[in-house]
């Protein structure tokens, strides 16, 4: 079946340009993570949402950070006026119990 | 804060070797414990998980891992690794008492020469 799929698979933007990272998940899973994976590091913890709610928004950076599921299935990852250290790759993962997660493919953004 | 630690940053091996990748937490409280890799140019997959029950946990590939609770590890093993088991490993760790996000080690950069 289909797995996570995260739209673009590339993202290049400009110094204090505003950017949204899409996710789809799983049909049917109710969990939904994103993480961000900078060079030579592991993924990064950002939000974690149960359905339509953001259940866990602890590893989000700063309020330039934000992220909705309106309808409880895809969700976006939106960045305000974007920073060079906010380039690195930005992974969605999803769930059906909150057990194992299913990584997406990321997006790689980077900010010039 | 949890934190999770890989102590091998890049392994070189020849083909037919065996290896051992370590995992190190620390975190006191009841964990689940998972491997993932990343193939080239792929999306992280998941190797294997513990959650209870035997500590010894078998996953895709020949891949094995042992919890040690007294040494809060979750080492990575096996007996012979192939070519195309060049990948980047990473261990992970959710804390019952932490929410649902996995915490990631740094990750294990393997390389093995054919």
């Known amino acids: 079946g289909a797995g996570v799929s995260q739209t673009p698979s590339n993202k290049v933007t400009e110094k204090g340009k505003y950017v949204e990272l899409r996710c789809d998940p799983i049909?049917?899973?109710?969990?939904l993570y994103w993480y961000r994976q900078s060079l030579g590091q592991g993924p990064e913890f950002l939000i974690y949402?149960?359905?339509?709610?953001?259940?866990?928004d602890s590893g989000l950076p700063n309020d330039r950070f934000f992220a909705v599921r309106p309808e409880g299935s895809v969700s976006t990852l939106k960045i305000q006026r974007t920073e060079r250290g906010d380039s690195a790759v930005y992974l969605c993962?999803?769930?059906?119990?909150?057990?194992?997660?299913?990584f997406g493919p990321g997006t790689r953004l980077t900010v010039l | 804060a949890q934190s999770v630690s890989q102590h091998n940053h890049h392994v070189i091996l020849s083909e037919a070797a065996s290896l051992e990748l370590g995992c190190n937490y620390s975190?006191?409280?009841?964990?689940?414990l998972f491997w993932y890799v990343q193939y080239p140019g792929q999306h992280l997959q998941l190797l294997l998980k513990?959650?209870?029950?035997?500590?010894l946990v078998k996953g895709i590939k020949g891949f094995e891992a042992e919890f040690i609770k007294s040494k809060f590890s979750f080492n990575l093993r096996k007996p012979s690794v192939q070519w195309s088991d060049t990948a980047e490993y990473f261990c992970?760790?959710?804390?019952?008492?932490?929410?649902?996000?996995?915490?990631f080690g740094g990750g294990t950069r393997l390389m093995v020469k054919p």
């Open positions: 993962a999803s769930s059906p119990t909150g057990n194992e997660q299913f």
């Open positions: 049909s049917g899973h109710t969990a």
């Open positions: 949402f149960q359905g339509t709610g953001a259940a866990d």
């Open positions: 975190y006191g409280g009841t964990v689940n």
């Open positions: 513990y959650f209870s029950g035997d500590p």
């Open positions: 992970a760790v959710r804390s019952n008492n932490a929410g649902n996000m996995l915490t």
